[in-house]
Structures are given as structure tokens and as C-alpha cells.
């Protein structure tokens, strides 16, 4: 079951963090070719290394139609979440260390100005020009911050960054997300919840479980990531490989 719900939900996601709609080819039934993936990558990757070199490590919101970036007042956690995970690609695919420093900057950069290291929480943004300016905790940002965690992690095997990822993974904000896939009736009963783990919130979650049970193959992990593929199977799934957002949400294809 869960292999059948892999492929489809790799490929999307990496399809939209990586190259937006334009991932497939026009052509029914070709993909894009490699060496072009690789340039569209780099396209993305590049800037942001450069940007980033010269701007506190911050993340990289948007460009202009000129590839120049688009600066903006916050740093949202999870857009920096996505940055330290493309660079981390940039070194897996080319092995050159100005990834790796770039994306070790980036991931400190989250440790440093974003974690609570004493309460275990994470802002869900910073302001950039504004220092000690920071909101709360959100539980859709806090599932990158394990999806982060566990790429720097990976790439750079300090067991720091493992550190933050199991501490956030054990988070009540994060674990209601696996505890609602055991107990689907809460989603039911409770709007609140049923709002905050719908479908979207609940995929993130489970790329960010996956790729940390890749760094610690532990059972528990896996427990988590069979728990949200049964629930999204059982409760999302709909006819013809239609997905509802919640459980009373508008169909998605």
C-alpha cells in the first residue's frame, strides 16, 4: 500500500519544489529529459547559493522574471527549509563543497535564529531586517524543519541537526498530525484539527517522516509513515486516484 502511494507523491513533490508545472514534457507520455532537470535545478539552486553567500544565509522567497531575487520582510521557516534541501541536492548531484558549506549555513541559520532550543519550538518565521522579531510556531512549518533537519543531517552527518529533527518529530504540534492518522474520528470531532492536518499539511509531513527514517531506519518512524499513508489511503483516497484536501474538503486531482 505504501508503495503504491510512494511514486506518485515523490514525483509530484519534487516535481513542484524543482520545476513547477512545467516538470513534465508537453509531449503525452515523455518526461523531461535529464540534462535539462539538471539545468532547470541549477537555475533555481545557483542564484539562491549566491544570494544567500551575501545575505545571512536567508532563504530565497521568489525571483523576477530576470532570475534576480525578490527580497522579502520575513524569512518563513519553511521556505528556508526548502532552501537547505536544494542545496543539500546541489552537492549530492555535483559533490562541490560550496553546497555543502551552503547548505550547512542555511540549516544553522534555522538552528540559530528560528529554534528554541530550551522550550523545543520553532518560529515560524524571522523578520530580515527587524532583529528578535519572530511569530509563533505553526505545525505546517514545523514538518520542514524535520525535513531540513534530516537532509543536513544526511549530507553532513553532524548529529546536531539529528538532534533537532528526533526533538521535533517527539513535538506534540507535529505528532497530533500521526496521532490523527491512528484515530481518524478526531478529524470528525474535532474542526480544528480536521483543518489543520488536511491533506496538504499531512503530505508534507509524510516527506518530511520518510527522509528522516532514511537517516534513522528506526520502527517507530516507519510506524508514523505507515500510520499517515493508511489514513490518506483510507480517508483522502477517493475514486480514480482523487484525493479530498480533508475529509469534507473539495476533491483535488
Not at 527522509?211 to 528506526?218: E, P, V
Amino acid at each position: 500500500m505504501i508503495q503504491r502511494l510512494l511514486v506518485p507523491i515523490i514525483l509530484c513533490l519534487l516535481s513542484f519544489i524543482l520545476f513547477g508545472c512545467d516538470a513534465a514534457s508537453k509531449q503525452k507520455g515523455l518526461m523531461l529529459r535529464p540534462e535539462l532537470a539538471k539545468v532547470q535545478m541549477f537555475q533555481l539552486i545557483d542564484p539562491r547559493v549566491d544570494w544567500a553567500d551575501k545575505n545571512n544565509n536567508y532563504m530565497v522567497q521568489t525571483f523576477d522574471a530576470e532570475w534576480q531575487v525578490v527580497p522579502t520582510g520575513s524569512i518563513e521557516l519553511y521556505s528556508q527549509a526548502r532552501q537547505v534541501y536544494l542545496f543539500a541536492k546541489g552537492y549530492d548531484i555535483t559533490q562541490e563543497r560550496r553546497y555543502l558549506q551552503a547548505m550547512v549555513a542555511s540549516a544553522d541559520v534555522m538552528l540559530d535564529s528560528m529554534y528554541n532550543d530550551t522550550k523545543i519550538f520553532w518560529h515560524s518565521s524571522i523578520s530580515r531586517t527587524k532583529a528578535g522579531e519572530r511569530a509563533g510556531p505553526k505545525p505546517y512549518s514545523t514538518s520542514f524543519a524535520i525535513f531540513a533537519m534530516a537532509h543536513a543531517y544526511r549530507v553532513s552527518q553532524d548529529k546536531y541537526y539529528l538532534d533537532a529533527a528526533l526533538k521535533t518529530w517527539m513535538l506534540d504540534e507535529v505528532s497530533i498530525g500521526s496521532t490523527l492518522a491512528r484515530a481518524t474520528q478526531q478529524a470528525e470531532s474535532n474542526p480544528a484539527i480536521n483543518n489543520t492536518w488536511s491533506l496538504n499539511p499531512l503530505m508534507h509531513l509524510f516527506e518530511a517522516v520518510l527522509i528522516l527514517h532514511d537517516a534513522t531506519t528506526s520502527p517507530s518512524v516507519w510506524q508514523d509513515i505507515e500510520s499517515i499513508a493508511q489514513f490518506i489511503e483510507d480517508s483522502l483516497m477517493q475514486e480514480q486516484g482523487l484525493f479530498t484536501s480533508s475529509r469534507r474538503g473539495l476533491r483535488l486531482g
